[in-house]
């Protein structure tokens, strides 16, 4: 399949490989040679096979040496398409592009055309037609980017500051008042949602951490509350209600933003074991989301056997159910969990853990003595049978191990399908309110 099939990235018009783009980042440096001679030393270089390393060092500076805004803009689209967490459309890089950071207004008149930015990355950056993403002209350009940390200065903190400062600006905070919200008008909205915890845990600045805290301690209720739901859970318009509530702990908690936690756990402004819209305690979101540092945090304070999900489910079948075994080791040190606990289905951590095949989760549970291997749920299903439906024969193995586990015995009723979308399911790669 090519080159196409080890990038998805990959521009259509460079399919014939690296040649025709060697050709295309040379060609205007090639022009600006003074004379026939110092072109054609350029031109034997290109077909001596001089490496695309060399040219994307040498176009970066050209980059560079067109000063002021257009060097500025040039280098800051780089920087976002490089490390942004999934591919951004046109006019979302643009808005991006026009956040001041720190300003409390987002100005539509800072907002540069897209022919402007292609101008600006000078061929380095190109616009799929039919999706109207901008992505790095090949994928050997981001390999490039990222192997030379000196080309941005913390990225990840910038682009987390870029984000947070366009969630505060008042033309957003205005969307958040509003029943209704229009968001057209605000294409950057969703990315910054979504992503702005998961470039903040990555990288965080004394002033990006104070524009977290700023938006967090009111964040009940804000529209970026609103669309991280949205996308990330599947919560629809209707279901927002009157009185929305996600509250900032939740938030961190979710991004897993450990220093973010412990100043807002600080502050006690927040109740701790408080249910959100889709009645998770922060320490759900914690556990179910795999942050160890943030479980630890909580739980100096939260209920170890706190009930979340409209099943009841506690932390530790969350942590269980998604296989993050070090945070179920953090749950079962403390003396007052309950690894037995069970949900309104009777599905406990152990069951989940078969149910997904985790079997470093499914040892660990099973170092506690109390512990049931053979514990069925309301339909009569245990473990081991969980775990051989799915195919997940390393946990089977260790199941079969347990003298207490009796293969032998049938399984009971078949589960409703509710019961196997709605219980089943509670993996964070694949989100559903259980």
Known sequence: M??????????????????????????????????????????RKMADGVGLEDEYGATIERIKAQGGGKSRLGMKALMWITHAERPLGADELCHALAVEPGSTDFSADNIPSTSTLVRCCQGLITVDKESSTVRLI??????????????????????????????????VEALSAAPSPHTLDTPFLGYCSLYWGVHAKRGLSDHARSLALRLLREYDGHISAKSLLSQE???????????FSFSGLHCASFFGI?????????????????????????????????????????????????????????????AAANGHEGVVKILLGREDVNPE????????????????????????????????????????????????????????????????????????????SWARTRTDD???SRPVFS
């Open 2 to 43: 090519g080159n196409d099939a080890r990038n998805p990235m990959l521009p259509s018009p460079l399919i014939g490989g690296s040649r025709f783009l060697l050709v295309s980042l040379n060609i205007d440096s090639i022009l600006q040679e003074s004379t026939i001679y110092h072109r054609r030393e350029r031109l």
């Open 138 to 171: 090949h994928f050997t350009l981001k390999e490039y980017l990222c192997s030379h940390a000196g080309i941005f200065s913390r990225p990840h903190a910038t682009i987390t500051e870029i984000c947070l400062t366009y969630l505060s600006s008042r033309q």
């Open 233 to 243: 859970e599947g919560l629809t318009h209707d279901e927002w209600g009157t009185s």
């Open 258 to 318: 450990a220093e973010v936690v412990a100043a807002l756990v600080e502050m006690k402004h927040f109740d701790i074991n408080e249910l959100d819209i889709v009645k998770y305690t922060p320490l759900a979101w914690a556990a179910r989301n795999g942050h160890k540092e943030v479980v630890k945090i909580l739980l100096r304070q939260a209920d170890v056997n706190s009930k979340s999900g409209l099943f009841g489910n506690t932390p530790l079948s969350y």
């Open 341 to 416: 606990s069970q949900n309104i289905a009777g599905f406990t951590p152990l069951l989940y853990a078969a149910l997904h095949g985790h079997e470093g989760v499914v040892k660990t549970l099973l170092g506690r003595q109390e512990v049931n291997p053979d514990r069925r749920d309301i339909w009569g299903t245990t473990p081991l049978s969980d775990a051989a439906a799915h195919g997940h024969e390393g946990v089977v193995k260790i199941l079969l191990a347990r003298e207490e586990v009796n293969p032998s015995v049938r399984n009971g009723a078949v589960r409703p």
């Open 426 to 428: 509670i993996s964070s």
